[in-house]
């Protein structure tokens, strides 16, 4: 969290932290700052901030977890339920990559506008890291890598209902975008290449803050691996 200028009331703790979960700088499943640092920035006493945290409980925003730790709530989470499928199916796989591609087209276009330096920064640490795991891992090892990068992008949206929904969404069909991969892998014998370089335009595209063409390449990267699974 930024640093703030000292203020006295209860309210404006409130509102300031109202305004960071809107505005994405905290996001669902992060902590917030404890109590002792919250009374500390806005010169207040730790009843006033407890009852502030208090309240945002009341309001479904964050919850505390054993210990007195309190973190941001996923807003969409108890009004959202997943379907379910009773078993993996191309029809299921074909449905979630569609998903994917709206879900990843706009993140891409979000982050690349509204990403701070910082996560620019933690992105490519990131991409970088994807591009050494991939080399030797297991189907599963590089599910995950590639649903982190993905995952790191629409974290970085400052899109509050984006950020929740693909939390969600990602969670739920994991097994789902694995299957897609496998068999992938299975066709062609290896990572196809198309998707390694489909990685690194979506990267350069939000590194150089070009929101459309983040948005256009992310789109066309996951309707790419689509097509690949609708004909194998």
Partial sequence: MTN??????????????????????????DSVPSERSL????QLS?????????????????????GGRSRCRNLLQPHLEMPKSVEMSLALQLDVMEMRAFLEGEAAYYCALRATDEQLKLLDNEYQAMQQRR?????????KADL?????????SH??????????????????????????LKRYGRYPDGIGRQH???HKAIQARNAEQARLEATE?????RRLLESS
């Fill in 135 to 143: 080399r030797g891992q297991s189907t599963l090892h590089k599910a």
């Fill in 159 to 184: 899109h509050l209902l984006l950020i929740s929904f693909s939390q969600l969404f990602y969670a739920r069909y994991f097994n789902a975008i694995h299957g897609v991969l496998s068999t992938t």
């Fill in 200 to 202: 690194e335009k979506i």
């Fill in 221 to 225: 990267h996951i309707l790419y691996t």
């Fill in 39 to 42: 009374a500390s920035d806005f």
């Fill in 4 to 29: 703030t200028t000292r203020i006295s009331t209860k309210e404006s703790l409130q509102q300031f932290l109202l305004r960071q979960i809107a505005s994405g700088e905290l996001i669902p499943g």
């Fill in 46 to 66: 730790r009843n006033s901030v407890r009852e502030v945290m208090q309240c945002l409980q009341e309001d479904s925003l964050v919850e505390t977890t054993q």
């Fill in 148 to 156: 982190t990068f993905h995952m790191m992008i629409a974290e970085s």
